[in-house]
């Protein structure tokens, strides 16, 4: 199964599933065979560069609707035959045509407990909050944002003794542990969906 990575900034959970891959760990036949970006400099290309994996940078035009911009996404996605795409840090909207065409192939990784905490200040807003238990949630993606079902969660405590920077941290661990055993779980064709319902077969 091919795979498409979105990202758009530093892409440590890119390193993570790249990383994963080498090891063989996102399931018999799987590879990263493109990495897709909105920003031109943004760290993760260079990650992908370094393990060979085909980038395509998709920067926004100026008059460029949502819609404009997901097409010309879409055309690179279908020429390579992708079965999967994996949000890892991407900080745009995919459009409604876009999120129809991947629908049940398309996740997407959130640090905090969802529905709690959602959008871009997930791990401030719940540092904040004054929560003892947050955590990170690997999701299908749908329409509303981070509103998806759920595929997995994993819950990462809040010390008393925790600053933002050491619980942003815990949470990445977190997410690099979690991120690539989600991929490899669809792979292998071990998500089933029903409704709003992900069940894990063994």
């Given amino acids: 199964m091919k795979i ?5 900034g530093n892409g440590s959970n890119l390193q993570a599933l790249i990383e994963a891959s080498g090891r063989g760990e996102l399931g018999d036949g799987a590879v990263i065979s493109m990495v897709v970006c909105d920003k031109p400099g943004a760290f ?6 370094k393990a060979g994996i085909r980038t395509f940078v998709a920067e926004p035009a100026g008059e460029e609707t949502r819609e404009e911009y997901d097409r010309k996404i879409l055309a690179v996605l279908r020429e390579e035959k992708i079965g999967l795409v994996v949000l890892a840090g991407f900080m745009r909207i995919l459009s409604e045509g876009f999120v129809k065409e991947y629908g049940g192939r398309m996740i997407n990784i959130h640090p905090s407990l969802l529905p709690a905490f959602r959008g871009t200040g997930g791990i401030k807003e719940a540092f904040d909050y ?10 299908f993606v749908e329409n509303e944002l981070d509103a998806g079902p759920v595929i997995m969660q994993e819950p990462v405590r809040v010390e008393e003794t925790d600053t933002m920077e050491s619980l942003e941290e815990k949470i990445h661990r977190q997410e690099h542990r979690m991120y ?3 991929v490899r779980l669809f792979v292998e064709g071990r998500i089933r969906l029903e ?3 992900v069940e894990i077969i063994k």
């Fill in 180 to 182: 690539p055993e989600a």
């Fill in 130 to 139: 004054g929560v003892k238990v947050t955590g990170v949630t690997v999701h």
């Fill in 195 to 197: 409704g709003r319902k």
């Fill in 4 to 8: 498409a990575v979105f990202v758009s």
């Fill in 44 to 49: 993760a290309l260079e990650r992908a560069g």
